[in-house]
């Protein structure tokens, strides 16, 4: 069983930033690639963010694309994801998961969630 813990969220205002880390157990961290995924009310988890098993491979979505950036330390079995330039809009729970295979896109790749951690950013 792979337990993941979600830190950092919080209330920052448009412009700022925030720092999320995601603590993992259980099962080999670093044999897996890692994703970000946020919902805000009313809309669909959407991706944000992966990286895979070594770092050597990001992936963003393009609304983050230069304002986030995903990285990991799989001596510290933590993945983070740095929130930059911070708009309203990326107002969201944030979530973070284990990928298992197929697409880094798409939530169903994903096997194994946090609970989440929510990131509000006021105008």
């Given amino acids: 069983q792979v337990q993941l ?5 919080g209330l920052v205002q448009a412009g700022g930033s ?3 880390s ?3 157990s259980g099962r080999t961290f670093s044999s897996y ?3 970000w995924f946020r919902q805000a009310p009313g809309k669909e988890r959407e991706f944000v963010a992966a990286i895979s098993w070594n770092g050597d491979n990001t992936y963003y ?9 995903i ?3 799989n001596a510290k079995n933590t993945v983070y994801l740095q929130m930059n ?3 309203p809009e990326d107002t969201a729970v944030y979530y973070c998961a284990q990928h298992y295979g197929g697409s880094y896109y798409y939530k169903e790749s994903y096997e194994y969630w946090g609970q989440g951690t ?3 950013v006021s105008s």
């Fill in 5 to 9: 813990v979600e830190s950092g969220g």
């Fill in 18 to 20: 925030l720092r999320l």
């Fill in 22 to 24: 995601c603590a993992a």
């Fill in 33 to 35: 690639a890692m994703g």
């Fill in 61 to 69: 979505t393009d609304s983050v694309k230069g304002r986030f950036t």
């Fill in 71 to 73: 990285s990991r330390d």
């Fill in 85 to 87: 330039s911070l708009k």
């Fill in 118 to 120: 929510q990131v509000t």
